[in-house]
């Protein structure tokens, strides 16, 4: 539902017009996210989205009696209408997966009724007023010792209704001719979900806190702390200016620790392809690796934290481990492209996509703008039928251009963060397929 969700955050964003909103790209981040929620940007260079944590600046502050006031502006009502007819498609049965002939129909429609909700500077010099919790918060006292950079939500975009969003996809199905493979799926937000907001970084200082008005991306939350990611050295740079070499130490940096996974590979490559279109069973993992010591879990998740327990692999948790840096990489890629991903990792060729995507990557990644390229018959060679039609499925939904029958494709700048985020997921799961 991810893809689908965050279509419609984005156009709510740019129906606003406001370049310091940013959409939530995440449903089940947009049930946390409220007005003060603690976040934490996420740690690799394919994703620049921000993670919610269960606090809010609330949480850490001396309590008081009074309740910060939050400005409400006056309703807004959006409403999104798009048609896309394609060249096989079929009638939809709604809710199901059918095989069909004909011609497909995409169809997206919902209307929004949402309030923007700022804070005055007033609720702020009021906040200033509160001192930090004595003792130091254990949360705290773990974001400062990993070197965490934190950030407030100073502004909400929150809806007053409940719409339903519809987002219909399919797929050319080889079992049945020239049919296609339709599904159909439907997803109710909860009114009072945020969909967009505006954020400060925290700062934390000897004697109190506050937040960096003007951002600096050399500030850090902890600043006495040393940041210790060397793979993402450059990330100041920002992601558009870096270029492949940058990704590929990262990955390799991750993949070298994935190799250390050697006698528990299986369980872990079995597992993350059941967890593959549940995002809330990976969330649970993340969460509970992330834990010292290792959490316990029950289900998929939890077989991977017992045999990591069992082989002492994670005798203490850092920023370099291999697992959530793959269950990140998967965050990235929507619902249909990790649907696609069971078949590949079922099918057996991560290590032709793997190749293929580094192909079109690699020579591209350093171009700013929308510019032709040709994919190299070597890369495609390996990847016949059922195969093919696949990869060029995952390669699309990147945002790339592109036609099975022509080499001949468009290279997209915004579709370099998932195409990364795809190249590092190939990888990891490569490395984790061959232990």
């Given amino acids: 539902m991810s893809s689908m969700f965050i279509k419609y955050s984005t156009a709510l964003v740019k129906?606003?017009?406001?370049?310091?909103?940013?959409?939530?790209?995440?449903?089940?981040?947009?049930?946390?996210?409220?007005?003060?929620?603690?976040?934490?940007?996420?740690?690799?260079?394919?994703?620049?989205?921000?993670?919610?944590h269960d606090i809010s600046l609330m949480d850490i502050l001396e309590p008081s009696s009074s309740v910060p006031d939050a400005a409400v502006r006056e309703p807004f009502q959006l409403s999104d209408t798009a048609?896309?007819?394609?060249?096989?498609?079929?009638?939809?049965?709604?809710?199901?997966?059918?095989?069909?002939?004909?011609?497909?129909?995409?169809?997206?429609?919902?209307?929004?009724?949402?309030?923007?909700?700022?804070?005055?500077?007033?609720?702020?010099t009021e906040l200033k007023k509160r001192k930090l919790l004595d003792p130091e918060p254990v949360f705290l006292r773990q974001c400062g010792e990993r070197s965490i950079n934190l950030y407030v939500v100073t502004e909400t975009v929150k809806l007053l209704n409940s719409p339903v969003l519809h987002d219909i996809s399919s797929m050319k199905d080889e079992g049945v001719g020239e049919g296609c493979k339709v599904r159909e799926m439907k997803l109710t937000l909860p009114q009072g979900m945020v969909m967009a907001y505006k954020m400060k970084q925290l700062v934390f200082k000897e004697k109190g806190w506050d937040i960096l008005r003007i951002a600096d991306e050399k500030q850090k939350s902890f600043p006495e702390s040393e940041w210790e990611m060397q793979p993402l050295l450059g990330r100041a740079q920002g992601f558009c200016r870096l270029d492949f070499r940058h990704l590929q130490a990262e990955v390799s940096h991750y993949v070298k620790k994935a190799q250390l996974l050697e006698k528990v590979g299986n369980v872990v490559f079995s597992s993350i392809l059941a967890m593959l279109g549940d995002g809330e069973a990976r969330r649970g993992l993340k969460d509970k690796i992330e834990q010292e010591p290792l959490g316990h879990l029950d289900g998929l998740g939890g077989a991977?934290?017992?045999?990591?327990?069992?082989?002492?692999?994670?005798?203490?948790?850092?920023?370099?481990?291999?697992?959530?840096?793959?269950?990140?990489?998967?965050?990235?890629?929507?619902?249909?492209?990790?649907?696609?991903?069971?078949?590949?990792?079922?099918?057996?060729?991560?290590?032709?996509?793997?190749?293929?995507?580094?192909?079109?990557?690699?020579?591209?990644?350093?171009?700013?703008?929308?510019?032709?390229?040709?994919?190299?018959?070597?890369?495609?060679?390996?990847?016949?039928?059922?195969?093919l039609d696949i990869t060029y499925r995952l390669l699309k939904e990147c945002g790339l251009r592109m036609e099975p029958n022509s080499p001949r494709s468009i290279w997209v700048l915004n579709a370099k963060k998932p195409l990364s985020a795809l190249y590092a997921a190939l990888t990891v799961l490569q490395q984790l397929a061959e232990a």
């Fill in 83 to 124: 048609t896309k007819e394609e060249e096989a498609g079929a009638s939809v049965m709604s809710g199901a997966d059918v095989t069909t002939s004909g011609e497909v129909m995409e169809f997206q429609g919902s209307s929004f009724q949402y309030q923007v909700v700022p804070t005055p500077n007033e609720t702020w």
């Fill in 15 to 52: 129906t606003i017009g406001d370049e310091e909103l940013r959409p939530v790209t995440c449903f089940t981040h947009a049930i946390k996210i409220r007005q003060f929620s603690i976040l934490e940007k996420s740690r690799f260079l394919f994703s620049e989205s921000e993670v919610p």
């Fill in 304 to 387: 991977i934290l017992n045999a990591l327990r069992e082989g002492s692999y994670y005798k203490s948790v850092n920023s370099e481990d291999p697992i959530p840096y793959l269950l990140g990489a998967i965050n990235v890629l929507s619902d249909f492209q990790q649907d696609l991903l069971v078949w590949s990792m079922k099918k057996k060729i991560l290590l032709q996509q793997r190749d293929l995507v580094r192909s079109i990557l690699e020579p591209n990644f350093k171009y700013l703008m929308d510019i032709p390229f040709t994919i190299k018959p070597e890369f495609l060679a390996p990847l016949q039928g059922e195969d």
